[in-house]
């Protein structure tokens, strides 16, 4: 297994909009335990190819307290959403560090193949559903911080980017 590169906001390609599976192969199981491992050491319960520079539409997530319970959605597509919302907050593997309150539907209901290949619905609420929508998000080429307003959003962008400099001074210091 090899933990994958995530992409930062905001990188370009965070923007991509992903394009649907053809193949559920031994080349995208493979992502898909590569995904896993880089989402669990990264201390993640989502992430979506987008985010490791991969633009097809896989997403995997595991929200449980164990760890142990993975779920893998290719090409999903949202088949319900309730009309109840919730706003709570949200962070990003890509964007780290950051956290922000994000409306969104409180429960869904989402069509996708396992990673077997085999069609499948999903019934979610609470976190579940937040993170399938979040991810589902970086499939469109959007990232949460999108949702907020654009004083916050120049804010995290200067922030990230500032950081992402002294990363690479204190990298070029140390060579």
């Known amino acids: 297994m090899a933990l994958l590169p995530i992409l930062t906001y905001p990188d370009a390609r965070l923007h991509k909009v992903a394009q649907p599976v053809r193949a559920v192969d031994a080349r995208l199981r493979a992502l898909i335990d590569d995904m896993f491992d880089t989402m669990y050491e990264a201390k993640g319960i989502g992430l979506a190819a987008t985010q490791v520079d991969v633009h097809e539409q896989l997403i995997v997530i595991d929200v449980s307290e164990q760890r142990d319970e993975r779920l893998v959605l290719i090409n999903p597509e949202l ?76 804010r995290i962008k200067t922030k990230l980017l500032k950081a992402e400099r002294e990363a690479a001074r204190e990298t070029a210091e140390r060579d």
């Open 79 to 154: 088949v319900w959403a309730s009309d109840e919302r919730v706003k709570g907050d949200e962070g990003c593997l890509s964007v780290p560090g950051i956290y922000d309150g994000v409306e969104r539907p409180a429960a869904v209901r989402v069509r996708a193949l396992d990673e077997h290949g085999q069609s499948r619905e999903i019934a979610a609420e609470d976190l579940l559903a937040v993170c399938i929508q979040h991810e589902m998000d970086h499939l469109k080429g959007k990232v949460f911080v999108e949702y907020l307003s654009p004083l916050k959003q120049g």
